[in-house]
Every structure is written in C-alpha cells, then in structure tokens.
C-alpha cells in the first residue's frame, strides 16, 4: 500500500469516528427531547461506549503502519480487536453497574445506531476505490 493510500485510509477512519459521535450525540439529543433526560443520556453512554472501542481499534491499527509488513499489521488488527471487544465489555458492566436510573432501550439504541454508521465508512472506501479506478484507466 503505498503512502497516499494510507493516509485515505487514516483519513476515512477519523472521518468514521467523527461521524458516529456527531449520529450518538444528534439521537441522544432527539430522545432527550422526546422522551426525557435518561433517554438522552442513556443515548449518549450507548454512543460512547461503542466510540471509544472504535478509537482504540483506530489507534491500534494506525500504529501497525509505522511497521510496515502482514505479520505487523495483523497482530495489530488481532489485538486491536480484543481491545475493542474487550473493553466494550467493561464499558457496558460499569454502564449497567453504575448508573441509575438508566433507560437500556435508549442505551442499546445509542450503541447500535452509532455501530451502523462504521458500514458508511465501507461505502466511502469503496466510493473513493471506484473514482481512483475511473482516473486510473481501469
């Protein structure tokens, strides 16, 4: 992969991160509006505890490109995933364990509309794929 293709990549990875917190944090708002505090915050906390792994994963694998090669980036994508999962994990008990009241309905709302927004960030890999293939003559 040569430089400028990384740095797409990077650039598409921040651009993902970005957008997830801008989606968890616009329905965090609209169910505090609607249906009240906990359901905005609980929103929130759902929105934050997949961005944070998602950050750590990020890190993890931008890192790898300093080390250049497949065995580096995949033990980067292999540990970089059990952090993730990891401590979504620890996100979600210390969620559960230490606030309340808590709406889970909102929590998991949080969470998996902040989670759909990663496959936005396949479509503009592939968008930019398809205009580099198109200038390339292929």
């Known amino acids: 992969m040569n430089e400028s293709a ?3 990549g990077s650039f598409i990875i921040v651009r993902v991160l970005i957008w997830q ?11 505090w509006g609607i249906y009240g505090r906990v359901a905005g915050y609980s929103a929130l906390l759902g929105c ?4 944070i792994p998602n950050a750590f994963l990020a890190l993890r694998l931008a890192i790898s490109h300093q080390d250049p ?6 033990r ?4 970089g995933e059990t952090g993730k999962l ?14 309340r009241p808590l709406s889970a ?12 927004v990663t496959f936005s960030g396949l479509l503009m890999r592939g968008g930019q794929e398809t205009e580099s293939g198109i200038s390339n003559g292929g």
Do not use: D, N, P, W
């Open 86 to 99: 990891a401590l979504t994990v620890l996100f979600f008990s210390l969620v559960f364990v230490l606030v």
């Open 48 to 51: 934050l505890v997949c961005v």
């Open 69 to 74: 090669g497949a065995k580096s980036l995949v």
């Open 105 to 116: 309905v909102a929590l998991f709302a949080g969470f998996i509309a902040t989670q759909l």
């Open 76 to 79: 980067a994508a292999y540990s």
């Open 21 to 31: 917190f801008v989606v968890g944090t616009g329905l965090a708002a609209a169910l």
């Open 6 to 8: 990384g740095s797409r």
